[in-house]
């Protein structure tokens, strides 16, 4: 059975930077995508900020591009996410998303990260 944990959150300041991970265990087919979502404490949906393909290219939100890189380790199968730059806005519960080619996605349980002005 497929399981994601993501890890790496916590507290910092402004300025500051976290790395993120999402380590995948089970047996995954056809991965097309992993991405990161995160929630903020006052809104009522999820915002989709990155996404990297199976064959490498990726995308950013605007307010995250220059700032947040995703990667992934294929081997490991774990995917990554380095924050830099991280303004208070950035506070909320960040999580992963495997979308295979076929199926129904993969959703970790979601890491917090707070930043403080």
Not at 43 to 69: C, H, M, W
Not at 79 to 97: F, G, H, R, V
């Amino acid at each position: 059975q497929v399981q994601l944990v993501e890890s790496g959150g916590g507290h910092v300041q402004a300025g500051w930077s976290l790395r993120l991970s999402c380590a995948a265990s089970g047996i995954i087919f056809s991965t097309n995508a992993m991405c990161w979502y995160r929630l903020a404490p006052e809104k009522n949906q999820r915002e989709l900020f990155a996404t990297i393909t199976s064959d490498g290219p990726t995308n950013y939100a605007d307010f995250v591009k220059g700032r947040f890189t995703i990667s992934a380790n294929n081997a490991k199968k774990t995917a990554y996410l380095q924050m830099n730059s991280l303004k208070p806005e950035d506070t909320a519960a960040y999580y992963c998303m495997i979308a295979p080619f076929y199926g129904p996605p993969y959703w970790g349980k979601g890491t917090l990260v707070t930043v403080s002005s």
